[in-house]
């Protein structure tokens, strides 16, 4: 049976997988003072190494972790969807990464982290709090609802800013002109939340003016339906709030 490493300047890490996550991390590690070898490509013999940490797809994670295991005292996997039935701890930064970041890029951030025993957890918090990151833990049985919610923080953001950038290049505005009102929405959301944070002529009622922002969508008319029709939800929960607070304040 494996013993948990400590971790020590002399810990030893092997990175299995030469994308931008892998990249990024064997540097940061590196900087923060372990022994790094890689990043290693999947097709590559893994090394003997105390903490052996897959950066692959999830679906080449069980063969790379069953290859990494007589050789390593414990294989971490950095997915945010995937169990942890064939490794011994997650680490899920939550942060998307272009490949090119400084090793400080984790610093202040959160990663997700778990692990099959305690000590395994531990290890998983402590390599996250090595690279400045802040470690919060999401188990099993909510991965799902953990990646589902990154993906539309990140993913599904890209998607709606795509749609603005088209529908303003044709107004002859560019995405630097955007960007500020992005910026600030999402500080305003970080703030208070949505519900306090909607502005615009949903959260007006103004459905004169969402009926000439549909028929200006063309072939955005489907995502702006299902956008619209979300956004009235979060419209009605805000008026709740207020009307809430309003009650409690006439009669508190």
């Known amino acids: 049976m494996h013993t948990t490493p400590d971790l020590t300047p002399a810990t030893t890490i092997a990175i299995v997988g030469a994308g931008r996550l892998g990249g990024v991390l064997a540097r940061a590690l590196r900087a923060a003072g372990f022994v790094v070898t890689g990043p290693l490509r999947r097709e590559d013999r893994v090394p003997d190494a105390d903490v052996t940490l897959l950066?692959?797809?999830?679906?080449?994670?069980?063969?790379?972790?069953?290859?990494?295991?007589?050789?390593?005292?414990?294989?971490?996997?950095?997915?945010?969807?995937?169990?942890?039935?064939?490794?011994?701890?997650?680490?899920?930064?939550?942060?998307?990464?272009?490949?090119?970041?400084?090793?400080d890029v984790f610093r202040g951030i959160g990663i997700a982290v778990d692990g099959r025993t305690a000590e395994a957890r531990e290890i998983a918090e402590r390599l996250a709090r090595a690279l400045g990151a802040r470690p919060f833990?999401?188990?099993?049985?909510?991965?799902?609802?953990?990646?589902?919610?990154?993906?539309?923080?990140?993913?599904?953001?890209?998607?709606?800013?795509?749609?603005?950038?088209?529908?303003?290049?044709?107004?002859?505005?560019?995405?630097?002109?955007l960007a500020p009102l992005v910026r600030q929405t999402v500080e305003n959301w970080t703030a208070s939340g949505a519900a306090s944070a909607l502005t615009g002529p949903i959260a007006r009622g103004d459905e004169a003016t969402v009926a000439r922002q549909r028929a200006a969508s063309g072939d955005l008319v489907d995502l702006f339906d299902a956008l619209a029709a979300a956004t009235r939800t979060i419209a009605a929960a805000g008026a709740d709030t207020g009307a809430e607070e309003e009650h409690r304040g006439e009669h508190g």
């Open 55 to 103: 950066c692959v797809p999830d679906a080449a994670i069980p063969a790379v972790a069953f290859a990494a295991r007589p050789h390593s005292r414990l294989v971490g996997h950095v997915s945010g969807a995937t169990p942890l039935t064939d490794v011994d701890f997650s680490m899920h930064p939550l942060q998307t990464f272009t490949g090119s970041e400084t090793p």
């Open 137 to 177: 833990r999401v188990d099993d049985a909510h991965r799902a609802e953990y990646h589902a919610a990154a993906s539309f923080a990140s993913n599904f953001v890209l998607t709606v800013l795509d749609a603005a950038e088209r529908l303003a290049r044709d107004a002859g505005v560019e995405r630097t002109h």
